[in-house]
């Protein structure tokens, strides 16, 4: 079971990144699927989730329209959508599978599974 995020880069305030998570050794659409970032010296932050029993998502209040969490059955990946990028926004972020609850996963941002994350440095 391995979760590996991708996608991550350097970019100005302003523009966008598309972050990757993909699966291997199991199906991802079995489970809920949050984002979660950390910035050095910081503590963990839960950014999106998405539910698999009814698809819906759940995102942290300062990146509420302008990221989005989505999904591809069909490629076995989860999507994180970047737009409008703030420096605030660096850190290494990280996908994570099965937590104990998508709607909880923005406060308590833990899960049974997750990758070595992929580092955004947003620059002003």
């Avoid at 079995?30 to 910035?39: K, M, P, S, T, V």
């Avoid at 605030?88 to 049974?112: H, L, N, Q």
Wanted: charged share 20%; glycine share 10%.
């Amino acid at each position: 079971v391995q979760l590996q995020a991708s996608g991550g880069g350097l970019v100005q305030s302003g523009n966008s990144l598309r972050l990757s998570c993909a699966a291997s050794g199991f199906t991802l659409d079995n489970y809920d699927i949050g984002w979660f970032r950390q910035a050095p010296g910081k503590e963990r932050e839960g950014v999106a989730c998405i539910s698999s029993s009814d698809g819906n998502t759940y995102y942290r209040e300062s990146v509420k329209g302008r990221f989005t969490i989505s999904r591809d059955n069909a490629k076995n990946t989860v999507y994180l959508q970047m737009n409008s990028l703030k420096p605030e926004d660096t850190a290494k972020y990280y996908c994570a599978a099965d937590p104990p609850s998508c709607r909880t996963f923005i406060t308590i941002p833990v899960g049974d599974y997750w990758g070595q994350g992929t580092l955004v440095t947003v620059s002003s």
